[in-house]
Structure formats: structure tokens, C-alpha cells
């Protein structure tokens, strides 16, 4: 198991192609950064909790204005008590470009979610309602959607008038910012369906 803390995160770094004004259509090129990762990820240290996330996949789809990213989510109960309740960390770097925060079931029925406060990092804390008190030792599926703009950025940012391609850039952290211990997770990049991809590369920082 690998300990991660705030800010001492692996980033990603990805460039591709695109069509002058970010307007990317077609099918898209699953680009899958790691599978399985098998790590325990603490970024609350004084967090008490009763949830273990069993498994955590991460999809990020990166389609003209909005970026769309996905969690997928299975939630277990370790005990000592019930609970109903799941805490939702959004990374405070990219908060001013949060458009929308929403939860689902697995069957994807909507679920109460609520702003619970700015904490010590400036990461920004959601607090979902689960479908139901999960007993100790029983596990429930969500699902939680996460909407940005302006988070592809246009490199360079002016280009030459006989060009309609341009290349952006999407940064992100490789691992899931969370209150809560992780047994694995996995993260993919769904990029539009093009020829150039120019790279991706991993930022240990």
C-alpha cells in the first residue's frame, strides 16, 4: 500500500488535438492511466470514519467545453456503527472552474448532496445522502458526476489563421482526492478519437 497526503499527489499531463474552439466530436480514445491501483490513499488525517471505499474508478472525458469526470464508487461499512452519510472531496486547485456536483445511485437516481465547507487545504467538501443506513459490514454503489469549464487549456493560446487545429491541455491528479481509506482504483481518460495525440506524461510533484 502506498500513503499519499494533500499535495503530495502524482499528476497527469495530457495534450492532444483538437479543432479550433475545442469542439471535439466523434468517438472517443480510452487512454488507461493505471488499473488496479492498490493503494491506501489519507487526506484527512483527523477524519474519523467507518467507510472504506473497496474499489473507486475514475472517468474523465474530455469533449468540447465542459470536462465531464465520473466516480464510480463502492462503499463498505467497516464498522462499529451505521452510517448514512458519505463525504465528497473536490481538489481546491480546480474549484473556481466547478460548474456542478451531483450523485447517483447505480440505477441513477438522484441523491441529496449538499456543500459542507471549504476544510485546512482548500479543497471543497461534499456531504451525500446514501440511498439507505449501510449496516456494518454491507456496501452500497454511487455514482458521482462531476462538470467543469474552462479546465482544457488552449496551447498555445493564439493560432495562426491558416490553422484549425489546435492542441490543448488537461492536468489532473492521478489519484483520487478522498477523506477515505482506498483498497483500489483505477483512472481513464476518454480523449476524442484522433490522430495526434502528443503526449502524456505523469508529474510526481
Known amino acids: 500500500h502506498i500513503l499519499m497526503y494533500p499535495y503530495a499527489f502524482s499528476l497527469f499531463n495530457i495534450h492532444f488535438c483538437a479543432k479550433q474552439g475545442l469542439e471535439m466530436e466523434g468517438n472517443f480514445k480510452l487512454v488507461t492511466l493505471f488499473l488496479i491501483l492498490a493503494i491506501t490513499l489519507s487526506c484527512l488525517a483527523t477524519q474519523e470514519t467507518n467507510i472504506n471505499i473497496n474499489n473507486l474508478k475514475r472517468e474523465i472525458y474530455l469533449k468540447g467545453k465542459y470536462v465531464r469526470i465520473t ?6 461499512n467497516t464498522g462499529p456503527r451505521r452510517t448514512k452519510q458519505y463525504l465528497h472531496m473536490v481538489n481546491g486547485n480546480y474549484s473556481k472552474n466547478l460548474f456542478e456536483v451531483l450523485a447517483f445511485t447505480k440505477g441513477y437516481l438522484e441523491l441529496p448532496i449538499s456543500f459542507e465547507k471549504k476544510d485546512e487545504t482548500g479543497s471543497l467538501v461534499y456531504k451525500v445522502d446514501l440511498p439507505y443506513s449501510i449496516e456494518v459490514g454491507s456496501k452500497v454503489e454511487i455514482h458521482i458526476l462531476e462538470l467543469y469549464k ?11 489563421l491558416s490553422s484549425d487545429e489546435q492542441m490543448v491541455e488537461f492536468i489532473d491528479n492521478l489519484y483520487a482526492l478522498t477523506a477515505y481509506p482506498i483498497t483500489a482504483q483505477e483512472v481513464i481518460v476518454a480523449v476524442p478519437n484522433i490522430n495526434k495525440l502528443e503526449y502524456l506524461s505523469l508529474i510526481h510533484i
Request: net charge positive.
Open 71 to 76: 466516480h464510480e464508487l463502492t462503499l463498505q
Open 150 to 160: 474552462n479546465r482544457l487549456l488552449p496551447k498555445p493560446e493564439k493560432l495562426p
